[in-house]
């Protein structure tokens, strides 16, 4: 099960927020040997071409018409099954119950304090589950709050997968060490709030990438998936192009008119509003868009029209990629 693998949860978390976009990309095949910790350079790694999700064959679909850039007649148009090399999946070990896996909108939950530690200035949390989307996937970190009945409340200020437990969900917070010490050792019941303004943004920044996936297979460039970075500064996608796709790159007209051809194609797709589709096989969540889905731990949203207006704003080549530099209204 390569996939699952691939997907596994605590595969590199990415970027801090507000440092230089360097979305990590996990090591597209072999398993399970990249720690969580954010690597410090983004190694970019082959996407493993079409991810065989459950064992289907990725159907190919020839290209809906001629791209501003003539892609090459003999290579293979790109699979559906498009995984970033950076996805995050939502898989088998799961310490901390990942209730956001299955509900972008749920802002406030219930939990159970597991742990408490410190760490430097921080205060460490760990919970039976959680409605905190960890940094990762190319998706920055919730924030928010945790409290409990007669504490001080902590500030949620960074949320990542442990980094030497698989499963678990770690919660950098703000407050009084000694009080929710005290409270982790009575396995006090707490309560989980994350910054919905923040959460609403990041699910239609990263939903805005899985979009261009859609918009780039089909107005028919053979450009593959390389890593995703959906963070509000500055969010991209990153594809593995062909020779034909760098030398767009230094024909100024042709990249105009690939990036206005896919401001168009975004503008068709959100208004269709279609239903995004979360599956979940053998413990490895999909998420769909269209017709091109993808392994994803991700909060996102439901439909594409949430996404309103989403705009290309450039195309910068470097070696064997492409970076699509996007905005969402
Ligand atoms: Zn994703």
Same mark, same amino acid.
């Given at each position: 099960m390569e996939l699952t693998h691939l997907l596994a949860i605590g595969l590199p978390v990415q970027t801090l927020a507000g440092s230089p976009a360097k979305s990590s990309t996990a090591p597209a095949a072999p398993p399970a040997k990249a720690p969580a910790a954010a690597p410090k350079k983004a190694a970019a790694s082959p996407a493993a071409p079409a991810a065989k999700a459950g064992g289907k064959a990725p159907a190919a679909k020839a290209p809906a018409k001629a791209a501003a850039a003539p892609a090459p007649a003999q290579e293979a148009p790109a699979p559906r099954n498009m995984s970033? $090399?950076? $996805?995050?999946?939502?898989?088998?070990?799961?310490?901390? #119950?990942?209730? =956001? +896996?299955?509900?972008? /909108? +749920?802002? &406030?939950?219930?939990a159970t304090l597991m742990d408490v530690w410190e760490d430097g200035e921080k205060v460490c949390v760990e919970l039976d589950q959680t409605v905190f989307h960890p940094q990762g996937g190319g998706q920055p970190s919730d924030v928010g709050t945790i409290s409990a009945d007669g504490l001080p409340p902590l500030e949620v200020t960074f949320v990542a997968m442990d980094k030497s437990r698989e499963g678990v969900v770690r919660h950098d917070c703000k407050g009084d060490l000694a009080a929710w010490r005290a409270a982790a050792a009575e396995r006090r019941a707490v309560v989980c709030k994350v910054d919905d303004t923040k959460r609403r943004l990041f699910a239609r920044l990263h939903s805005?990438?899985?979009? +261009? !996936?859609?918009?780039?297979?089909?107005?028919?460039? #053979?450009?593959?998936?390389?890593?995703? =970075?959906?963070?509000?500064?500055g969010p991209y996608v990153e594809y593995i192009v062909t020779e034909e796709g760098r030398k767009m790159d230094k024909d100024l007209k042709a990249k105009e008119a690939v990036i206005q051809e896919l401001c168009e194609k975004m503008k068709e797709l959100i208004g269709k509003a279609s239903k995004v589709?979360?599956?979940?096989? !053998?413990?490895? #969540?999909? @998420?769909?868009? &269209? !017709?091109?889905?993808?392994?994803?731990?991700?909060t996102h949203?439901?439909?594409?029209? &949430?996404? +309103? &207006?989403?705009? @290309?704003?450039?195309?910068?080549?470097?070696?064997?990629?492409? #970076?699509?530099? /996007?905005? @969402?209204?």
């Open positions: 970033p $090399a950076n $996805a995050l999946g939502g898989p088998a070990a799961q310490k901390t #119950r990942q209730l =956001y +896996l299955d509900n972008t /909108y +749920l802002f &406030e939950h219930a805005a990438g899985h979009l +261009l !996936d859609v918009a780039v297979h089909d107005i028919g460039f #053979r450009w593959r998936p390389g890593k995703g =970075y959906h963070f509000a500064d589709q979360v599956t979940k096989v !053998d413990g490895v #969540r999909t @998420v769909a868009f &269209e !017709d091109v889905s993808c392994g994803c731990g991700g949203v439901q439909h594409t029209g &949430e996404l +309103l &207006e989403v705009t @290309v704003k450039k195309l910068t080549a470097k070696k064997d990629t492409m #970076r699509v530099s /996007y905005t @969402v209204a």
